[in-house]
Structure formats: C-alpha cells, structure tokens
C-alpha cells in the first residue's frame, strides 16, 4: 500500500505501466507496452474545475472543444492524480452531457427567440431566462467550488430543469420544430401537448424546484394562446399574426374551430365556449350599438374591457395560490407516520425505495379531506443522465483514501436523491396542473361564458321581444288565436268554394290583414302564393299558400328559414284539416227524402268523428301539451345555444306528433286521403235535391254513396291497423291517444 501511495504521488503514469507490468507478467503474456499514458497531461482538478464551469455556460474550453458540425462537445484526454482514467471519463461525460444541453437550448432561443412563431418565442424567451439565471449561478460558484463532487451538489435542481428541457423541448425525436409543412396551429398546439403531456406524467414524486421550473416553462410557452383567448372573450376580435391559434375567421363575420388536432388536447373541452364567448361578446356589442334604451349598459360595458383582459395575470395569481394552500395544507401532513413507517434522523441515509412504494387502498382512503390523489403516475422515462459514474468516484476515492467503513456513504447510489426533502414533502408537493388549468382558468371562462350568456339572452328579450315573436308564431302557425282565425277561415273557405280568385299574394294578405291587423306580429308576416297543381277546391291546393315570418337579427338565428319552413309545414296542416271541417258542417241536408239522406248523414257522422278527433288530437294533445312542456324550459335557457336547440327540439316534437315526419309518410298520406273525403261528400250530398222520383237514378245515387263510404271505411280500417301496430311495438307512444279517439267509433259500427 505504501509503495502505491508513493508511485501515485509521484507520477500516475509509473503506477499505470507497473500495474499493466504486473498484469502481463502474471498471466505469462509479453504484448508491447504502448507510450499512452505518456501523452496524457497531468491537470489540477481546480483548473479542471473552471473549465467544466465553463462548458457548463455553453462556451468551448481547452479540454472541452465544440464540433462546429453536430454542435457538440467532445472531451480531450486528461488525468487527475487522485482518480482513475475510466472513472474521470465517466464524471467528464456526466458534465458534458448537460453542456450539449445547454448548446441546444442556445440554437433553440437564436432560432425563435425574434423569428418564431408566438408559442414558440414564448418557449424561447423563458428559457433564455432560465440560462440567464443558470449562467449567474456558474459565475458565482467559480471561487467557491473546490471539487467535482460540490458542482454536482450546487447545480443538481438546474440539472434536473436542463433533463427536463432536453428530454421534452429541445430533442428533435419529441417536437416538429422542423416540420415546416405543418401548420402554424398544429406546431403550437404540439408543442403545449408535449409540456402538457410531461407536466401531467410528473404531477407525482417530483421535486418541487424541478416542477416549479417546468410549471414556469410550461406558463410562458401557453401565455402567447392565454392572450390570445383573452383578446378573443374581451373584444370579439382575433388577434393571430402566425394563425397558430385553433380559432379562424372565414369570412368578415363567421369564425370557427380549426381542427382537432391543431387544437392544444387540454383545451378540447373548452374551447367551444371560447368560440361562443367571443361571439356572445360580438352580439352583445351590436345590440348595445344599435338599441337606445341601453346606452348606459353600453358605457359600463365598453369601460370595463380593460378590466376584462387580465386572463394571463388571474391565472398565474390563482395558480400561485392554490399551490401556496396546498403546500400549506401538506406541511402539516406526516405522510411517514400516516404510511406506519420508521422515520430515521436527517442525518441518517433514507431508503428512497420506500418512497416508491404503491399505497394501499385502506391507505388511500385514510387520506386527509385537503390531500387529493388524482392518479400514482409512474415515471418510465429514465434520464438520460446516470449517476453510475459518482458511485464508480465513490469506489475509487475508497482505494486511495483512508476512508472509515463505517461512516455513511455520503455519494452513493442512494444518495443521488440527497438534494429531495423530506418525504412528507416530495409526496405529492404540488398541485397537477390539469387541476390548476380547471380551477384557475377553466373556471373563470365558464363562469365568465354564463355570465355573459345570461346577459345576451336579457338583451334579447328586453330590445327584440323574444317571448311576443314566439306568441305570435303560435298564433298565426298554429292558430293559437282561434276566434280571430275563426273568421279569416270562413271567409277564405267560403272564397274558395265560389270563383274568387283566392290563390293571389294581394287577396290573402287583405284577408289576413283584416283579423291581424292590430296583432303584434303582422308587421312581420308575408304571404306567398305559388300556383296549385291541384285541383280547384281539393285540401291539396292548400299548400301552394306559404306564410314568411321574417324577423330583424339576431332573432333570425333562433326563428331561421328552416324552423318556418316547419311551422309552414304545420300550419297547411292544420288548416287542412280544419277545411276539411268545414266543409262537411256546413253541408245540409234537409231530410225531405229520408230513404236517401238517412244513410248519407250516417256517413257524414262518420267523417266529422274522424275530423273531429283528429283536430282534438293535434291542438290538445299535441299543440298544447308541447308548448307546456317545452315553455319552463325556454325560460330555464341559459345561453343562446339552449334557445335555438330547445326551440328546435319543440318544433321537431310538433311536427313528429303530428305526423309530418318523413318517416311516417305513409300514415299522412291516409290521413290526408281521409280528409279529402270531405271534398266528395260535398258533392254527393249536392247531388240530392237533383235526383229525380225514378228508381233509376235514385238507385245510381245509392251505389255512388255505397261505393264512396266503403272507400272511407277501407281508409279507416288501414289507419286504425297501422297505429295500433305502432302502439303495439311501443313506438311512437303519443299516437295511442289518437288511436283510442278513433277506435271507439269503429267498434260502435
């Protein structure tokens, strides 16, 4: 041992060629003993210090030299007196892994820092912070670093950050910083998903300065889109140089969503209420312009944009603070003693095994209401820093040091945690930021997109009338008013039945307005009359008649040409049927003959119970049980969107009740076909009082009556087997109260 000592003193080189010496001569071998040692300079580890230091800081030292080509650094053979080759080389790539770290980060912030995209300058401009600090605390560790092992100790919570950046930022294996065919959009919203996705794999068993340097990384990178939503929510406007954000305007007033996956992931399930914030904002805006009566509610709304657009500065505030309580909370909180486990002295080396450990369900549930585990993610990822080299330092300073066996092993492999904290401190030290993105900016849009909904939707039915305009489509659509349709329909139909040209825009709008002139919506009505392919008199000429209901915007998003498509639809419907009533009411017969009107006016019983049934189907149970249902809900509508789906729901419900679905098609179609016997049994009963006293005629007559009612019961007969059908497979259920109005009179016959 002695003599070891001695030749290393002396000259390491002598100790290495003796040593081989030895080797080869034990094992009978007699090779060339090569000049390597010879040609390798003996340094002093304080020069070796400064110039780690200095590589550390990016720049190329005497033993440390940048390839200008791969934009590394490569190590230049040196020897240390109290170290061995390979144990050297192992301690000079540790350092020089992290100095090609920084080399990157460099050319990363040269390339985006001025040039790149928003998202991407903001990534840059953190990180040159980052290095900035990182550089100031090389420069101060210059006079007081004395070993190898103290750079590793001081710098261990920046190592950790440059891991971090290298791994998730920087390398061109996780980011499509060159794939310039991507889009803008879709390169921002990559990167924000590879800090999101790495922010949420190490929400567990993360050392706290280590999360709070990605959390700062993370909140600058996502600052360029958080301005960007604030913008959109306060003013309506878009403001995207690069368009990198996941909004786009087509055209001068339409905006949409750009794709899913040009849409950063944990803003997927927010981001149709940004759009239709920014767009309630737009509307607010215009209504506030254009009405009189709420130029006050436009000053306090205008003066308070400004105040508005502070999105960035409430969430870093609110995420500062959920962490601080939570860090709070978690001081006092002794996971050791809640886990039954042994705490040993500070001084004493932690088995950071232990710390690894799964926790029991029963563990689980004993858990303190203020300590939330949302998931035990496991880190997979290994470094691509290990620490075998120190271990192999440890070793080597053992053989040439007196070292006692029994003190504790101040570097070894367990001791490559010795800068964590207490474990009650690394479990769980620090809130998940997908629970910092719900509670401190999730929140707020919401709350803010509700707030402002709610607004929009008092605007609308204090300035536009919303509940008049619906009112006044149930009356003029559905008939609500009746005594006034009472009178415009006897006037039509009785027009119709004469030569008067009713199927003109001029005639029907005088006669419309004659009932509905004082009525709140007649000023928004117009009718429009195509010329009828059927014929003269028939229930199907009906339809040629067309009502446009058109109101100003933004009522026309609710009230659209597709919803008074439906409500013309409905109405043909129902004045259909009560054309059909009225024609066969308004029929009489005297009962001069009684052998030939006895059975036309059983006949005639037979078609008013069918009209008649039909009309207390539709306007009951259909027109006034829908509106009952469907009105607490207009008023429980919280935003835009619920009125426009509600009221599309109410009249989709309307027109499947009454059977104007294309799908039952069938159905309409023998119930219109019953209706236009109306039409028929007009004319056969006309024919009465012309018969003449012979046998011949009268018996022509009977055949013709005979041959029209057996028509008719077919026609009920095939209506009342299809609906009971549908009742019987339990589809369409409401037709089981037309089917029970009409089978009663059936069974009677």
């Given at each position: 041992r002695?003599?070891?000592?001695f030749?290393?003193?002396?000259d390491?080189r002598?100790?290495?060629?003796k040593?081989e010496?030895?080797?080869y ?6 090779p060339l003993i090569?000049s390597?040692?010879?040609?390798i300079?003996?340094i002093?580890?304080?020069d ?9 800081g990016?720049?190329?030292t005497t033993?440390?030299?940048l390839?200008?080509i791969v934009?590394i650094f ?11 080759l ?6 000079l790539?540790?350092f020089?892994t992290?100095?090609d770290?920084v080399?990157?980060?460099?050319h990363?912030i ?8 928003l998202t ?14 990182y550089k100031n ?9 004395i070993?190898?092992?103290s750079?590793e100790?001081?710098?261990a ?5 440059l891991?971090f ?15 310039y065919?991507?889009s803008?959009?879709?390169r921002?919203?990559?990167?924000l998903?590879?800090?999101y ?9 993360q050392?706290?300065?280590e999360?709070e340097s990605?959390?700062?990384i993370?909140l600058?990178?996502?600052h360029p889109s958080?301005?960007?939503?604030d913008h959109w929510?306060?003013?309506?406007k878009?403001?995207?140089p690069f368009?990198?954000f996941?909004?786009v305007?087509?055209e001068?007033?339409e905006?949409?969503?750009r794709?899913s ?9 927010i981001?149709d209420?940004?759009l239709e ?8 805006e215009t209504?506030t312009?254009?009405?009189s009566?709420?130029?006050d509610?436009r ?8 105040m508005e657009?502070k999105l960035?500065g409430?969430f ?8 601080r309580?939570?860090?709070?909370s978690?001081?006092s909180f002794n996971?050791n003693a809640f886990?039954?486990r042994?705490?040993e002295?500070?001084?004493?080396t932690?088995d950071?095994?232990q710390l690894?450990?799964p926790?029991?369900l029963?563990?689980l549930?004993?858990l303190?209401e203020d ?5 035990q993610v496991?880190n997979s990822?290994k470094s691509?820093i ?5 271990d ?7 053989d ?5 066996p ?9 001791d490559?945690f010795?800068n964590f904290p207490?474990i009650?401190e690394i ?8 629970v910092?993105?719900k509670?401190?900016?999730f929140?707020?849009?919401s709350?803010?997109f ?7 939707i008092?605007?609308i039915?204090l300035?536009?009338?919303l509940?008049?305009?619906?009112k006044?489509l149930?009356?003029f ?5 009746g005594?006034a349709?009472h009178?415009f329909t006897l006037?039509?139909f009785?027009?119709?039945?004469t030569d008067?040209?009713?199927d003109?825009?001029h ?5 419309m ?8 919506g007649w ?5 429009q009359v195509?010329k009828?392919?059927s ?7 009906l ?6 209901y058109e109101?100003?915007?933004p009522l026309?998003?609710?009230i659209?040409?597709n919803s ?7 109405r043909t419907?129902?004045?259909?049927i009560?054309?059909?009533?009225f024609?066969?009411d ?10 030939l ?5 059983i006949f005639k019983?037979?078609i008013?119970?069918f009209v008649n049934n039909l009309e207390?189907?539709?306007?009951n149970?259909v027109?006034n049980?829908t509106?009952a249902?469907?009105?607490?809900k207009f008023?429980e509508a919280?935003t835009l969107n619920d009125l426009?789906r509600i ?12 059977l104007?679905n ?6 309409l179609?023998?119930i219109k076909?019953l209706?236009n ?8 009963a006309?024919?009465v009082?012309e018969?003449?006293e012979?046998e011949n005629s009268r018996?022509?007559f009977?055949l013709?009556?005979?041959?029209l ?5 077919q026609g009920m007969a095939l ?8 009742v019987?497979?339990k589809?369409?259920l409401?037709?089981e ?5 009409l089978v009663?009179?059936?069974?009677s016959q």
């Amino acid at each position: 041992r002695e003599l070891v000592e001695f030749a290393w003193r002396d000259d390491p080189r002598d100790l290495h060629r003796k040593y081989e010496d030895h080797l080869y001569h034990q094992s009978g071998q007699n090779p060339l003993i090569k000049s390597f040692y010879d040609a390798i300079p003996i340094i002093q580890e304080k020069d070796l210090i400064k110039e780690i230091l200095i590589m550390l800081g990016g720049l190329p030292t005497t033993i440390f030299e940048l390839d200008p080509i791969v934009a590394i650094f490569s190590i230049r053979q040196v020897m240390l007196r109290h170290l061995t080759l390979d144990c050297l080389h192992d301690i000079l790539i540790h350092f020089k892994t992290y100095g090609d770290i920084v080399l990157r980060i460099q050319h990363f912030i040269n390339k985006n820092l001025i040039k790149g995209l928003l998202t991407y300058q903001g990534l840059a401009a953190s990180l040159n912070r980052f290095l900035q600090d990182y550089k100031n605390k090389l420069l101060s560790m210059e006079d007081v670093i004395i070993t190898l092992l103290s750079i590793e100790k001081e710098l261990a919570p920046y190592f950790r950050s440059l891991d971090f950046i290298n791994r998730c930022i920087i390398e061109p294996s996780r980011i499509c910083d060159d794939d310039y065919q991507a889009s803008p959009s879709k390169r921002s919203s990559h990167l924000l998903n590879i800090l999101y996705d790495l922010m949420v794999r190490k929400s567990m068993f993360q050392h706290p300065s280590e999360y709070e340097s990605a959390f700062k990384i993370f909140l600058d990178t996502f600052h360029p889109s958080i301005d960007a939503i604030d913008h959109w929510i306060s003013s309506g406007k878009i403001v995207d140089p690069f368009q990198e954000f996941f909004l786009v305007q087509v055209e001068s007033k339409e905006f949409r969503l750009r794709p899913s996956d040009e849409t950063p992931k944990f803003l997927l399930e927010i981001r149709d209420q940004i759009l239709e914030l920014g767009k309630t904002h737009q509307m607010i805006e215009t209504i506030t312009s254009k009405s009189s009566s709420s130029r006050d509610e436009r000053k306090v709304f205008h003066g308070s944009h400004e105040m508005e657009r502070k999105l960035y500065g409430n969430f870093q505030e609110k995420s500062e603070k959920i962490q601080r309580k939570f860090g709070d909370s978690f001081k006092s909180f002794n996971l050791n003693a809640f886990l039954g486990r042994q705490t040993e002295p500070k001084d004493e080396t932690m088995d950071i095994q232990q710390l690894f450990e799964p926790l029991t369900l029963t563990q689980l549930e004993n858990l303190p209401e203020d300590f939330q585990v949302e998931n035990q993610v496991e880190n997979s990822e290994k470094s691509p820093i290990d620490f075998n080299q120190f271990d192999r330092l440890e070793f080597a300073i053992t053989d040439f040091a007196e070292i006692s066996p029994l003190r504790p092993n101040p570097y070894g492999v367990t001791d490559r945690f010795r800068n964590f904290p207490e474990i009650s401190e690394i479990f769980l030290s620090h809130v998940p930021i997908f629970v910092i993105l719900k509670e401190c900016l999730f929140d707020e849009i919401s709350a803010k997109f509700h707030s402002q909904s709610l607004h929009l939707i008092e605007l609308i039915q204090l300035e536009f009338q919303l509940e008049n305009h619906l009112k006044s489509l149930r009356v003029f659509y559905f008939l609500e008013d009746g005594l006034a349709f009472h009178d415009f329909t006897l006037t039509l139909f009785d027009q119709m039945e004469t030569d008067f040209p009713w199927d003109t825009n001029h005639n029907l709008q005088g006669l419309m307005e004659e009932q509905y002139a004082d009525h709140f919506g007649w000023k928004f009505v117009e009718i429009q009359v195509e010329k009828s392919q059927s014929s003269h008199g028939s229930i199907s000429s009906l339809e040629s008649v067309d009502l446009k209901y058109e109101v100003p915007w933004p009522l026309s998003l609710l009230i659209d040409g597709n919803s008074v498509e439906i409500y013309n639809r409905i109405r043909t419907f129902l004045w259909q049927i009560k054309m059909a009533k009225f024609r066969v009411d308004f029929v009489e017969i005297s009962g001069k003959n009684r052998q030939l009107e006895h059975p036309l006016y059983i006949f005639k019983m037979k078609i008013l119970h069918f009209v008649n049934n039909l009309e207390n189907y539709v306007f009951n149970r259909v027109l006034n049980c829908t509106w009952a249902e469907f009105s607490p809900k207009f008023h429980e509508a919280q935003t835009l969107n619920d009125l426009i789906r509600i009221h599309s729901e109410f009249l989709t419900s309307v027109r499947d009740r009454c059977l104007l679905n294309p799908k039952v098609s069938l159905i309409l179609d023998n119930i219109k076909n019953l209706l236009n016997f109306s039409t028929k049994f007009k004319k056969i009963a006309g024919k009465v009082e012309e018969i003449s006293e012979s046998e011949n005629s009268r018996q022509k007559f009977q055949l013709e009556r005979i041959r029209l009612e057996a028509e008719f019961d077919q026609g009920m007969a095939l209506l009342l087997t299809v609906l009971t059908k549908i009742v019987e497979q339990k589809k369409l259920l409401h037709l089981e109260d037309l089917l029970l109005r009409l089978v009663g009179f059936s069974r009677s016959q």
